[in-house]
């Protein structure tokens, strides 16, 4: 498991700090502060490979340099401090065969994933073509390349074979549905065209027809895809390992970037524990435990953990931007409740959980209680704004601002 990262001058802030949990870890913060950064670096401190693009540090004199601490195969931990090289434009890295962190797989939010696989990828003498790690770009996903048939191929030959893979690819399908009553099912394989030879895999969908997974909506695709990158890259690690004679990895980190993408919110509230689920089952078998390491921007997400979260072992880090600066925190999680009490939690820094129309207007609105005596066209000028801003009938601060308006308005002429 990764257990530390510790950057200076490098990425948006001076220095950043990470002492991670052992199972669930939920990065928040605004665009632009940093959550993918950290994805990508802790992505390079368990695999010593760029997912994406290299990091280019901040410029001299400025000293960055990168620590990091993971659990390993063997008994204790694997610490090093990188710096960089800028002559060669690279990060340092210890002169030996690297530490094993486990399994290691990486969802980027645009389609692409990255694997780490310690059976297939480790560092050898005698296996120089050996690939440093697996990189799929979106549309590899799908189609493969030449490490892998990909998710259109495989789908169709697991649904032929009728075995281990396709009862798998079911199950984590069933786990990962939005809800009961809308299961994701495997349908029939479909040809799509007159001069396309491949048969498609197709999903079964609740209104009863079967949608070929490349005409599915973005939502459904990221969902497939997830299902997709989980079964291959175990069964082929279980594989690889079974050739070599050795174990399984006893551990697995998997690392999701803004895992709530393209989900609609029924989907965005079961994520993170179907994933946890469907990890568990399919390493259950071996033992191996398994790390979650998420961005995110969906109060959903946070509130969908609020029951299996545990201090001893699950996380939870927040980037803001205080004085032009960003700052790192790990956050006290407190367990809300209510959707809207985290979109006005430290995570999303919202002042009130409304249109900013309507927070404005309520803003406003509350200044006027608090003064005491305000006059009679600002009561108006709010009152206005506050039904322009479209709160509904049933709000609470309707009655509030009722009695209020009640006791501000001027008395008729000609009445005592």
């Given at each position: 498991?990764?257990?530390?990262?510790?950057?200076?001058?490098?990425?948006?802030?001076?220095?950043?700090?990470?002492?991670?949990?052992?199972?669930?870890?939920?990065?928040?913060?605004?665009?632009?502060?940093?959550?993918?950064?950290?994805?990508?670096?802790?992505?390079?401190?368990?695999?010593?490979?760029?997912?994406?693009h290299l990091v280019i540090p901040a410029s001299p004199p400025a000293r960055p340099e990168i620590s990091y601490s993971y659990t390993k195969s063997t008994p204790g931990s694997y610490s090093y401090k990188s710096t960089f090289d800028?002559?060669?434009?690279?990060?340092?890295?210890?002169?030996?065969?690297?530490?094993?962190?486990?399994?290691?797989?990486?969802?980027q939010v645009d389609g692409g994933f990255s694997v780490w696989d310690p059976a297939r990828?480790?560092?050898?003498?005698?296996?120089?073509?050996?690939?440093?790690?697996?990189?799929?770009?979106?549309?590899?996903?799908?189609?493969?390349?030449?490490?892998?048939?990909?998710?259109?191929?495989?789908?169709?030959?697991?649904?032929?074979?009728?075995?281990?893979?396709?009862?798998?690819?079911?199950e984590v399908l069933r786990v990962l549905s939005p809800s009961e009553s809308e299961r994701l099912v495997p349908g029939e394989l479909r040809k799509l065209t007159v001069d396309d030879p491949k048969r498609y895999p197709t999903l079964r969908m609740p209104y009863g027809q079967d949608v070929a997974v490349t005409h599915a909506s973005a939502g459904m695709r990221r969902i497939i895809a997830l299902t997709y990158l989980l079964i291959w890259a175990w069964q082929e690690h279980v594989a690889a390992a079974e050739v070599r004679g050795d174990l399984p990895a006893r551990e697995v980190i998997f690392l999701i970037?803004?895992?709530?993408?393209?989900?609609?919110?029924?989907?965005?509230?079961?994520?993170?524990?179907?994933?946890l689920r469907v990890m568990d089952a399919l390493t259950g078998g071996h033992g191996s435990r398994v790390q979650l390491i998420a961005a995110t921007h969906s109060p959903l997400v946070l509130a969908s953990v609020?029951?299996?979260?545990?201090?001893?072992?699950?996380?939870?880090?927040?980037l803001d931007l205080e004085d032009a600066q960003v700052v790192l925190r790990k956050r006290e999680f407190v367990r809300r409740g209510d959707v809207s009490n985290w979109l006005?939690?430290?995570a999303f820094d919202l002042g009130k959980a409304r249109s900013l129309q309507a927070e404005v207007a309520m803003e406003k609105a509350l200044a006027l209680l608090r003064e005491g005596a305000p006059s009679w066209q600002d009561v108006k000028e709010a009152d206005q704004l506050l039904r322009k801003a479209g709160l509904p009938d049933i709000d609470p601060f309707w009655v509030r601002w009722g009695r209020f308006i009640e006791e501000r308005k001027p008395a008729k002429k000609g009445k005592r």
């Amino acid at each position: 498991m990764l257990q530390s990262l510790h950057l200076k001058n490098v990425g948006p802030a001076p220095e950043m700090k990470l002492e991670l949990a052992s199972r669930i870890n939920l990065i928040t913060g605004d665009n632009g502060l940093g959550k993918s950064f950290l994805l990508d670096v802790a992505w390079w401190a368990l695999t010593r490979t760029w997912a994406r693009h290299l990091v280019i540090p901040a410029s001299p004199p400025a000293r960055p340099e990168i620590s990091y601490s993971y659990t390993k195969s063997t008994p204790g931990s694997y610490s090093y401090k990188s710096t960089f090289d800028r002559e060669a434009e690279r990060w340092s890295v210890k002169k030996s065969r690297p530490a094993i962190p486990g399994l290691v797989l990486y969802a980027q939010v645009d389609g692409g994933f990255s694997v780490w696989d310690p059976a297939r990828n480790y560092w050898r003498k005698d296996s120089p073509d050996r690939p440093s790690s697996y990189l799929f770009a979106p549309h590899e996903v799908w189609e493969g390349n030449e490490h892998c048939e990909g998710l259109i191929r495989d789908w169709a030959s697991w649904q032929r074979e009728n075995g281990e893979a396709h009862a798998m690819l079911t199950e984590v399908l069933r786990v990962l549905s939005p809800s009961e009553s809308e299961r994701l099912v495997p349908g029939e394989l479909r040809k799509l065209t007159v001069d396309d030879p491949k048969r498609y895999p197709t999903l079964r969908m609740p209104y009863g027809q079967d949608v070929a997974v490349t005409h599915a909506s973005a939502g459904m695709r990221r969902i497939i895809a997830l299902t997709y990158l989980l079964i291959w890259a175990w069964q082929e690690h279980v594989a690889a390992a079974e050739v070599r004679g050795d174990l399984p990895a006893r551990e697995v980190i998997f690392l999701i970037d803004e895992i709530e993408a393209h989900l609609h919110p029924q989907w965005q509230r079961r994520i993170v524990p179907a994933v946890l689920r469907v990890m568990d089952a399919l390493t259950g078998g071996h033992g191996s435990r398994v790390q979650l390491i998420a961005a995110t921007h969906s109060p959903l997400v946070l509130a969908s953990v609020e029951p299996l979260f545990n201090d001893d072992k699950d996380a939870w880090f927040d980037l803001d931007l205080e004085d032009a600066q960003v700052v790192l925190r790990k956050r006290e999680f407190v367990r809300r409740g209510d959707v809207s009490n985290w979109l006005t939690s430290e995570a999303f820094d919202l002042g009130k959980a409304r249109s900013l129309q309507a927070e404005v207007a309520m803003e406003k609105a509350l200044a006027l209680l608090r003064e005491g005596a305000p006059s009679w066209q600002d009561v108006k000028e709010a009152d206005q704004l506050l039904r322009k801003a479209g709160l509904p009938d049933i709000d609470p601060f309707w009655v509030r601002w009722g009695r209020f308006i009640e006791e501000r308005k001027p008395a008729k002429k000609g009445k005592r």
